[in-house]
């Protein structure tokens, strides 16, 4: 009778914590708090988003869209249960000390709700496309989520018992392959690439890289088709994302196993490791390979140790976490169709030609992988084009917004990848919703729009977080042998043009992570004796001037990197393509949305009215203790 006791004991100590398991499976969910109180999941077709939000409450739970991460101008939903009946509501920001007003329009569908062992959780859906002067459209950018719980229900809630609250990024519309199914009879292994026991230091934000070995099993062909977090129990909110980076075969792992902060003193070995494998952010679903491509594995050419960076959020300075999460790799020795590849497209990072003015609301950066490039490239392969099929935008701290810009023919094409709310906190893979067919004489053109208001002196290119990068990582098939294609203004043009520098001397030497301090200018003579970074510091930057140099770098030569495996083609000199056919999105269509009524039957989500039964689903460990609880009995009746 002892054993009868323990389990029920566990079990009602189960019931009493767990949370409340979904309705139904989501393409996608992600943990909104530091301390999982707060947990959304969603999915969503070409008109329609469904949302079930959950919170640790027995009151009111929020969700909302905000431009900023503040309450001003927020597409707000607030939903509750109050006697077995749950209602959400479609409302908009006000201030921070004002709950927020319903809207005029109700553009929102109840579907169902759960209140259950101290957990709220309301499920609803809404269009996509706000047409709603109160609402906000749902779109592929990087969106700022808040959200907040409250102990009251009903229409008389009260704002000033929300009990926990906050914001975060998120990427709602993200296009995932994880649900698909294998090809038939493939056969799947796995290896781990984790942290070993890392001491998170008590700062806000910390990045702790570190060198790991792919298995020297592995050493024949193999097709990587997975990658997936995987964080340690207890430390999901402090894991924010992780990047993956392929080292060259020079790499000998000296420095295996050590954890350094990424940028700062980084041992010789992780500064070689710069070409993106994987990323992954938190609430991410697993990335996954189309059921034709594999990421090659165990050949000569392969990477045989890898950099990972995770970055770590520590808000309230605890000095008692220990980590050891890291990533799940999946792969395959059953080669698949095609081989994938990564291309670098983007600005070339140096210090010398990658210049961003102080003071700036707005300065565009644009650069470029070029027709003579691609057409090298993939003409070498024996192919007549490529497909992208998932791309990663990256800038650092003053990045606002980035787009790979796709041109052909004069003509610009829908671009391949944009955000224009980016957030370097939070970086994902995506995975496009069609493939994009790269043909030998198009271009790839990055922009990045940088905002350096509060900045005195000038940002530089580099790999610092406080550096800046513009750059994407282009996941395609079938594999060539390129992996670098990006660009920079020409230095000597912008020393000459634009600074009236005639003559330099260089102090140390010269490299991707030298300064704009090694130059030292010898001519004219009322300039020498001055850095180079003196002098672009001393310039009165503002809107104008740095609108200015920005149309200046546009207009003067380009230097092309283009960096083959095993073609190596000398860089040349370029003008940036012009686009005489600019890429006009389509107007969104409110008509639609007109009659909220038809929001669950015309989706096909199996977003229909459900009730509180089928909402009822118990959580694995809880369905376990129904299990044991039964076969405990059963043996001692």
Request: aromatic letters at 10%; hydrophobic letters at 35%; proline letters at 6%.
């Amino acid at each position: 009778m002892l054993r009868v006791a323990s389990v029920v004991f566990f079990c009602l100590f189960a019931f009493g914590l767990g949370q409340l398991a979904p309705s139904e499976n989501f393409d996608h969910n992600t943990i909104l708090d530091n301390n999982g109180d707060v947990r959304l999941w969603w999915k969503f077709n070409a008109t329609y988003i469904t949302f079930e939000l959950q919170g640790k409450t027995t009151g009111w739970v929020g969700l909302g869209f905000s431009p900023r991460g503040g309450m001003a101008n927020a597409d707000i939903y607030v939903g509750w249960v109050a006697n077995g009946v749950a209602n959400v509501t479609d409302r908009h920001g006000a201030d921070s000390n004002t709950f927020p007003p319903l809207d005029g329009e109700q553009n929102v569908e109840t579907l169902g709700g759960l209140e259950e062992s101290g957990w709220t959780r309301v499920k609803f859906v809404r269009p996509i496309t706000a047409c709603d002067s109160d609402d906000m459209t749902i779109t592929s950018n990087t969106m700022r989520v808040i959200y907040a719980l409250g102990s009251t229900d009903g229409p008389d809630i009260l704002y000033h018992g929300a009990t926990n609250r906050g914001t975060r990024s998120l990427i709602v519309l993200t296009y995932a392959n994880d649900g698909q199914q294998p090809p038939a009879g493939e056969t799947t292994l796995n290896f781990d690439l984790l942290n070993d026991n890392f001491a998170v230091p008590a700062v806000d934000t910390y990045y702790n890289c570190r060198v790991l070995e792919i298995p020297p099993a592995i050493n024949t062909p193999q097709h990587i088709v997975q990658i997936e977090g995987v964080v340690q129990t207890g430390n999901e909110a402090h894991v924010h994302h992780i990047l993956l980076y392929e080292c060259p075969v020079s790499v000998n792992g000296s420095s295996l196993g050590v954890d350094n902060r990424c940028y700062d003193g980084s041992p010789p070995e992780h500064l070689q490791c710069t070409q993106l494998l994987a990323a992954w952010a938190i609430g991410s679903s697993a990335f996954v390979f189309p059921n034709h491509v594999g990421f090659p594995i165990g050949n000569a050419d392969s990477p045989k140790f890898v950099l990972m960076e995770t970055h770590y959020d520590n808000p309230t300075l605890k000095n008692d976490i220990v980590d050891s999460s890291g990533l799940k790799i999946t792969y395959t020795p059953q080669l698949r169709q095609h081989d994938a590849g990564v291309i670098l497209v983007g600005h070339i990072v140096s210090a010398f030609a990658h210049l961003i003015p102080p003071n700036a609301e707005t300065f565009e950066d644009y650069s470029e992988c070029g027709p003579r490039c691609l057409t090298d490239a993939i003409g070498a392969a024996n192919v007549t084009s490529v497909n992208a099929f998932a791309v990663l935008l990256h800038s650092h701290l003053l990045g606002r917004s980035l787009e790979l810009k796709h041109v052909r023919n004069g003509t610009e094409l829908e671009p391949i990848a944009s955000d224009n709310n980016y957030d370097f906190n939070y970086q994902e893979t995506r995975t496009l919703p069609q493939e994009v067919t790269i043909k030998p004489d198009d271009s790839l053109q990055m922009l990045c729009n940088y905002n350096s208001k509060g900045r005195s002196n000038v940002t530089y290119g580099g790999f610092g977080t406080y550096q800046e990068m513009c750059v994407s990582f282009l996941y395609y098939y079938p594999k060539i042998q390129l992996t670098d294609c990006t660009s920079t203004p020409d230095f000597g043009v912008i020393l000459g043009y634009y600074l009236g520098i005639t003559n330099v001397s260089v102090t140390g030497q010269i490299g991707t992570y030298s300064t704009l301090e090694s130059i030292v200018v010898t001519e004219p003579p009322e300039l020498a004796g001055l850095t180079v970074l003196e002098i672009v510091n001393a310039i009165s930057w503002n809107e104008t001037t740095a609108d200015e140099f920005s149309m200046f770098l546009q207009a003067i030569p380009h230097s092309q990197q283009c960096y083959p495996v095993d073609l190596k083609l000398p860089a040349f000199t370029f003008n940036l393509t012009k686009t005489l056919q600019p890429y006009v999105a389509p107007t969104p269509n409110c008509s639609q949305n007109t009659e909220t009524t038809t929001m669950t039957t015309t989706t096909t989500m199996a977003a229909t009215t459900t009730s509180s039964a089928t909402l009822l689903r118990f959580s694995p460990v809880v369905q376990m203790c129904f299990t044991l609880m039964l076969l405990v009995t059963s043996f001692f009746v």
